[in-house]
């Protein structure tokens, strides 16, 4: 049987790493779902590139460039997609193209050089948007319509929805409970499992959802939200407590199906969604991933 280019690529990229760190460079960083953020440090060690200041500067700067997309390259790949892909594996599926995979990491910002100040390295810190990542892989030209009721009801029309799932919740079709994890396009479903919302729903530039500890729906002001998260459901956003989480990584919110109701019964709060003025609301300790 023929092995797949693509699986022969990842191959090498997971060899890569450990490679490219014997010859001098190396790579640490977090990840920041509540800035939707994926922030990056590559080092080169002088000493052992064989390079003396003051001469090696500019050397040593530009080993940097040549080593940062090998070293960031696993790091965008196993980025979480969806409850069930990472980047590598829409690569792997075809459903992303390498090119545009590898493309990535050059779109992140890029503050220049620093040596440390022992003067043993030198250092280049970049920073992507998540929300970058998460518009390549939007390939829907046309949105799809939230789910329509037969009989809508009679419902407030809110600035944003607001689904607080901060606390371990039950495993749909599982016998566990688990935490909310973030990933660039969450599903929301119903109490019923009926499909809410899913990422062919919108076409915002800034994503799905956002994501925000419970700090952000505590704070001393008249909507009770802090500024970043006002900015993106409004003053008055419908709170929404998950009764559940689904999906093979558990990042999907279950809601009930009266909250669900609400959502979809109004044209202006159906435009919500359309808009991604959506966020969840998980446990700090899952909103920051150190690589």
């Known amino acids: 049987m023929p092995i797949k280019k693509s699986a022969v690529f990842f191959a090498v990229v997971l060899f890569i790493p ?3 760190r014997a010859q001098t460079g190396e790579i640490n960083g977090v990840i920041e779902w ?18 003396k200041l003051p001469v090696g500067r500019s050397r040593a700067e530009a080993l940097l460039e040549d080593r940062y997309p090998d070293l960031v390259r696993p790091v965008i790949m196993g980025l979480r997609a969806d409850s069930s892909s990472t980047l590598e594996d829409l690569v792997n599926r075809g459903e992303l193209s390498l090119a545009s995979a590898d493309n990535l990491a050059f779109q992140a910002a890029r ?8 003067l043993s390295s030198i250092s280049a810190r970049y920073s992507l948007s998540l929300y970058t990542v998460g518009a390549a892989l939007v390939k829907h030209s046309r949105l799809r319509e939230p789910p329509g009721l037969l009989v809508p009801a009679k419902v407030r029309d809110y600035t944003g929805i607001v689904i607080i799932a901060d606390e371990s919740l039950p495993l749909h079709g599982r016998n566990a409970a688990a935490l909310l994890r973030p990933c660039l396009f969450p599903k929301i479903w119903d109490s019923g499992m009926g499909l809410v919302y899913e990422r062919s729903m919108t076409a915002s530039e800034t994503g799905m959802v956002c994501y925000a500890s419970r700090e952000s729906v505590l704070a001393r002001s008249p909507s009770g939200l802090d500024e970043k998260l006002l900015s ?23 809601i009930d199906s009266e909250d669900a109701r609400i959502i979809l019964s109004s044209q202006a709060n159906r435009r919500l969604l359309r808009e991604g003025r959506v966020a969840l609301v998980l446990d700090r300790s899952v909103l920051k991933t150190s690589l």
């Open 18 to 20: 450990a490679l490219v």
């Open 34 to 51: 509540d800035r939707m953020e994926l922030s990056v440090v590559v080092s080169v060690n002088l000493k052992e590139a064989g390079l």
């Open 111 to 118: 503050i220049p050089p620093a040596l440390s100040g022992d």
């Open 232 to 254: 993106r459901v409004g003053d008055n956003p419908l709170r929404i407590m998950a009764r559940g989480v689904f999906g093979e990584t558990p990042t999907d919110p279950i």
